[in-house]
């Protein structure tokens, strides 16, 4: 397994934006597909984007396509979440996690078994 540590989270106005980074421990980062997954109070953990291995193919869940992008850089051992146009129903607790992802079947085909602890972010109205 690889040990993840988010940071970038915060306190921001609607509308504006902020920028995740999780940093991730070992050699082997790029064999691992990426995710950043987010929790709301009192809602279940929801996807929210997924990178392959080589950070050619990427993958958002609705609610944040077109607003939020997710990137990596392999010789940083690092993952990104540039979120824009920040709405306050985008607060929540954000975590990255390392994985697999089977492509093909789309979101059914990643399971991460890597967790950070996670990083919150609140967008204020």
């Known amino acids: 397994q690889v040990q993840l540590v988010e940071s970038g989270g915060g306190l921001v106005q609607a509308g504006g934006s902020l920028r995740l980074s999780c940093a991730a421990s070992g050699r082997t980062f790029s064999s691992y597909a990426m995710g950043w997954f987010r929790q709301a109070p009192g809602k279940e953990r929801e996807f929210v984007a997924v990178i392959s291995r080589s950070g050619g193919i990427t993958l958002y869940a609705n609610s944040v396509k077109g607003r939020f992008t997710i990137s990596r850089d392999n010789a940083k051992n690092t993952v990104f979440l540039q979120m824009n146009s920040l709405k306050p129903e985008d607060t929540a607790d954000y975590s990255c996690?390392?994985?697999?992802?089977?492509?093909?079947?789309?979101?059914?085909?990643?399971?991460?078994?890597?967790w950070g602890k996670g990083t919150l972010v609140t967008v204020s109205s």
């Open positions: 996690a390392a994985g697999s992802w089977n492509m093909v079947l789309g979101r059914g085909g990643i399971a991460m078994d890597s």
